[in-house]
């Protein structure tokens, strides 16, 4: 799922959704490595709505993690600071209806 097609409606939901959640990943110094692309990959997975924290240390610039997040086909729902909250629905068995 492509970040362009989700709706307003549907972005403001998932903003909703994750609100009370903590960041799951911390980018450092590596920066946006094949690794952290496969551990957001495994998480988004698993709970399909994931923040992660970006430290000061990170090198990485904001298009380079755009860039892994939609290598992962998923969409950037916000950024908050050095907070990043991602989603990518399961085809199957997921755990969020979004509205139209």
């Known amino acids: 799922m492509a970040s362009n ?3 307003s409606a549907q972005r403001r939901y998932l903003k909703q959704q994750a609100h009370h959640l903590k960041p799951l990943l ?3 110094k590596d920066g946006a490595t ?3 692309g496969k551990a957001l ?4 997975a698993a709970h399909e709505l994931v923040k992660f924290k970006i430290l000061n240390n ?3 610039s904001s298009d380079e993690i755009k860039s892994i997040i939609t290598s992962l086909d998923a969409a950037l729902i916000q950024k908050v600071g050095h907070i990043y909250t991602v989603f ?3 085809p199957e068995d997921s755990w969020f209806t979004l509205p139209k």
Do not use: I, S, Y
């Open 5 to 7: 097609e989700l709706t």
């Open 26 to 28: 911390q980018m450092g």
């Open 34 to 36: 094949p690794a952290f």
């Open 41 to 44: 990959d495994e998480q988004l």
């Open 58 to 60: 990170c090198l990485a």
């Open 88 to 90: 990518k629905q399961r």
